[in-house]
């Protein structure tokens, strides 16, 4: 295929976009690839469409690759199936929901799991018909907080999913592994560096959960990984290690002292140093046990206070509390908060206001490092006063535990102790088995060998085909535009026509058809009255990797081979420039 400049449905733009916020949102609309529509809404422009259809290409070859077959749901889905599975509560705002004109209940998909639980009810009944997997590509509504970063985060998504059906726990484990082997092979392909963390199951429900994150400053979520044992993880999966429990013996009773003018743990600590000093060291943060309230609202609106005991030294992390609480959500606990629980003193809560055992009997949670015999200094629940050697499982004790505190680089290894290292990354594919959660809510059991129903073992699959269009470009650019891989590129080749004489453009187009009738695909920059300039920065600005230029060599019979990524360019004799060209993009 030829795309001629003078003719193809595209506009570069000089200037960066308002509201661009990274590289790939701002590059992608520069280039012409893509337009908005609203936020977190967009148009595929021609180039941009051939970009995103390269992706699902190779999403398609893999998952056809380890035998799942695809097919296509609708967008607009029923109400009923998700009632069924209790998500149509769940979701809250984060959908799109619709009636029809009878009044009846719809919704634009976010995620297909009902569905496909459905279908494969509707047709299949026997162990015989398993293990199955099944795939589609497709548009998602998902009604996000934050519709940021252009298609990193959008309202209207392409994503792929898949499902796996086995009859056992086994069987899961070898439809599992398939699809995290095409994921790898996937995300190899798409050309950028990308990490395999373990990640929390999330509303999903389910067992083992891996994501694959690609490596970018500008991503919104945050890993660890130890580069002694391999251990790596979101997060919001890191789970932390209790430390053993230890005995009290000698330790003084609880004492509540004045500690005038010390809402924070920097007043505290200075406090407890002037007057209270430790024979062995000064105090410090860690020792101090800091109470956070805020407020949970449930799916069916419900309002409930919860309490979270972490160390003086650490914040309670928003995205590590928000994945344990799912599915409800965390606003803050304000002022009127506070006024209508008079137990609580603000800067001065303790345990003994807290729990089920507590004056307020506000649900109390605590930090693994809040371990049987660890000692804290803490609120004692009137203004002015906190509490010394209140020593856990003896003076009090939470209503269960919670990874809620932030993770740091340089925290132990949860496997080795070694020190854990960190960065941010964006999540391009998540593999994690259901188990027998949407199975048993939607009643998909089928026959076993003996003849007795059993509830089928399911996994599910995504991967961001539209995000991973911005992935690859937050992974391949430099300061004139965008690099595409070769696999992803929206052509082969970028000839630029450059000068105005009539013999350089049909030059540049008879290369174009030569290489086309070898299957590639070239954009010719056939642009009249634009200058060689111009057509050169829009070369590099839409980042085709192999850019051919003709112009004042042709007199002589040569033309330019430009490498898009390493600069380099080379002068090829005219009649060479199509073996040279095919060298090039068949070898790299
Ligand atoms: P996130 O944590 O980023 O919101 P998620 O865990 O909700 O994502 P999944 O339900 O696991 O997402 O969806 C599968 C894949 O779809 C994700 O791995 C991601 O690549 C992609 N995806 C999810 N939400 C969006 C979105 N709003 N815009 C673009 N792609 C998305
Ligand atoms: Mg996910």
New binding site residues.
């Given amino acids: 295929m030829v795309l001629h400049m003078s003719s193809l449905f595209l506009r570069t733009l000089r200037e960066d976009p308002a509201d661009a916020e990274v590289p790939s949102h701002r590059l992608l609309v520069r280039a012409g690839y893509i337009r908005r529509v609203s936020p ?1 809404v967009y148009t595929w422009l021609p180039l941009g469409l051939r970009v995103l259809r390269n992706v699902e290409r190779i999403v398609r070859e893999e998952m056809d690759a380890i035998g799942a077959q695809e097919l296509l749901f609708p967008a607009l889905l029923p109400r009923e199936p998700f009632d069924a599975s209790g998500r149509w509560a769940e979701y809250g705002d984060n959908i799109f929901r619709l009636q029809d004109r009878k009044g009846a209940d719809h919704l634009l998909g ?2 297909h799991e009902e569905m496909f639980t459905l279908t494969v009810k509707d047709l299949y009944s026997s162990y015989k018909d398993l293990p199955l997997s099944i795939y589609q590509i497709q548009t ?1 509504y ?1 009604d ?1 907080a934050r ?1 940021r970063a252009g ?5 209207e ?3 792929k ?1 898949s499902y796996s059906f086995d009859i056992d726990e086994a069987g899961l484990d070898k439809s599992y592994q398939a699809h995290r082997d095409a994921y790898v092979r996937i995300f190899d392909r798409l050309g950028f560096h990308y990490v395999i963390v373990e990640a929390m199951a ?1 509303a ?1 429900g389910g067992s083992k959960s891996e ?2 994150l690609a490596t970018a400053e500008v991503g ?2 945050t890993y660890v990984h130890c580069t002694n044992c391999g251990y790596a993880a979101n997060v919001e999966a890191v789970r932390v290690p209790a430390p053993e429990p230890v005995g009290w013996d000698g330790v003084p009773a609880a004492h509540a002292e004045d500690t005038p003018d010390t809402p924070t743990i920097e007043t505290l600590v200075n406090h407890l140093n002037a007057h209270h000093p430790r024979p062995d060291r000064p105090w410090s943060a860690g020792d101090t046990l800091k109470n956070v309230v805020v407020m949970l609202v449930h799916p069916d609106g419900t309002r409930e206070p919860l309490a979270i005991g972490v160390p003086g030294d650490r914040e309670v992390d928003e995205k590590r509390l928000g994945a344990q609480v799912e599915p409800a959500t965390v606003e803050a606990f304000d002022e009127k908060d506070f006024a209508r629980h008079p137990g609580l003193v603000k800067g001065y809560i303790g345990p003994g206001a807290l729990g089920l055992e507590g004056t307020t009997g506000i649900r109390f949670l605590l930090d693994p490092r809040i371990a049987p015999g660890t000692r804290w200094v803490t609120g004692a629940n009137e203004p002015g006063k906190h509490v010394l050697d209140l020593v856990a499982g003896r003076d009090f004790e939470g209503d269960g535990a919670i990874e809620a505190a932030e993770v740091r680089f340089g925290d132990p290894c949860p496997n080795c102790d070694h020190v854990l290292e960190g960065a941010r990354g ?5 593999v994690f088995q259901l188990g027998k959660k949407y199975a048993e809510a939607l009643d998909l059991r089928v026959l076993d060998q003996n003849g007795k129903l059993t509830t089928v073992v399911m996994g599910s699959y ?3 085909v ?3 269009v911005a992935c690859v470009v937050e992974g391949n650019y430099d300061d004139s535009g965008i690099i595409w891989p070769r696999e992803l590129t929206p052509a082969d080749v970028h000839i630029v026509a450059a000068g105005k004489d009539e013999p350089l453009f049909r030059a540049a187009d008879d290369i174009a058809r030569d290489l086309e009738a070898h299957g590639l695909t070239c954009i010719v920059d056939d642009r009249k009255g634009v200058s060689p300039g111009v057509k050169f920065k829009d070369s590099e600005l839409i980042g085709v990797p192999t850019i051919i230029v003709v112009g004042r060599g042709l007199a002589d019979g040569k033309v330019e081979i430009k490498d898009r990524r390493s600069g380099e360019r080379r002068e090829v004799a005219l009649d060479s420039v199509v073996e040279s060209v095919l060298a090039e993009v068949r070898g790299s």
């Fill in positions: 977190g976010p995620t998602k998902r996000e519709p298609l990193l985060r959008g309202r998504f392409v994503m999913d999330g999903m994501e694959f919104e979520d964006i999540e391009m594919g998540h995504g991967v961001g539209s995000r991973a």
